[in-house]
């Protein structure tokens, strides 16, 4: 099976921009989490959809927003982009497991 | 609240030497443990997870981790470094009920020496 797949890989912004990043999970899997991983804060859940429907949230503002497909894939989303934007994210996916796979990251760097 | 810590920010060992890293939780139920390891760059491998059973659980790439409930830690363990575990390792928490939300540890940033 192929992994979890993400693009772009890298994407360079200004501030004030807004930004999508696309996820495609393993195929079956229907769960996919979003992290941001930061040199100061570490990885962070960003939220996580099953089935189309979020089923948890983080402690990030509402800039920040994501969707399901049907067919699973996830997009995140990120408006008015600020400086301290700037990082790794992560898609993960899962079946019923509870293990979760992640992908390679998308590099965000907002100037 | 669920936490993870990683006591250790950076670890050094010569090539060749055992490894320990360590991880202690806080979580108010039986949780799921992983490790996962970090190369620049790239996202996350799982390197081994524990969720029932065996208190000792063997990995990938000769790692292993054992579950101390009482001490609420999950280090990890390795008998004989190589240069290319040079790596970060992360230690996770998840199994929240209806999730699969996980909650990371601050990360151990391992250097081998030649």
């Known amino acids: 099976k192929a992994g979890v797949t993400q693009t772009p890989r890298y994407l360079i912004k200004t501030r004030g921009q807004q930004v999508t990043l696309s996820c495609s999970p393993i195929?079956?899997?229907?769960?996919v989490s979003w992290y941001q991983q930061t040199p100061g804060q570490g990885l962070q859940f960003l939220f996580e959809?099953?089935?189309?429907?979020?089923?948890n949230k983080g402690n990030f503002p509402g800039r920040f927003s994501g969707r399901q497909f049907s067919n699973s894939r996830s997009e995140m989303n990120v408006s008015t982009l600020e400086l301290g934007d700037s990082a790794l994210y992560l898609c993960?996916?899962?079946?019923?497991?509870?293990?979760?796979?992640f992908g390679p990251g998308t590099r965000l760097t907002v100037l | 609240a669920q936490s993870v810590t990683q006591p250790d920010i950076h670890i050094t060992v010569s090539e060749g030497a055992s490894l320990e890293l360590r991880c202690n939780y806080s979580y108010g139920a039986t949780p799921y443990l992983f490790w996962y390891v970090q190369s620049p760059g790239q996202g996350l491998q799982l390197l081994l997870k524990?969720?029932?059973?065996?208190?000792l659980v063997q990995g990938i790439k000769g790692f292993e981790a054992e579950f101390k409930r009482s001490q609420s830690s999950f280090n990890l363990r390795k008998p004989s470094v190589h240069w290319s575990d040079a790596a970060e390792y992360f230690c996770?928490?998840?199994?929240?009920?209806?999730?699969?939300?996980?909650?990371f540890g601050t990360g151990t940033r391992l250097k081998v020496l030649a």
């Open positions: 524990y969720f029932s059973g065996d208190t």
């Open positions: 993960a996916s899962s079946d019923r497991g509870n293990e979760q796979f």
């Open positions: 195929s079956g899997h229907r769960s």
């Open positions: 996770a928490v998840g199994g929240i009920t209806g999730t699969y939300k996980y909650i």
């Open positions: 959809y099953f089935s189309e429907t979020q089923r």
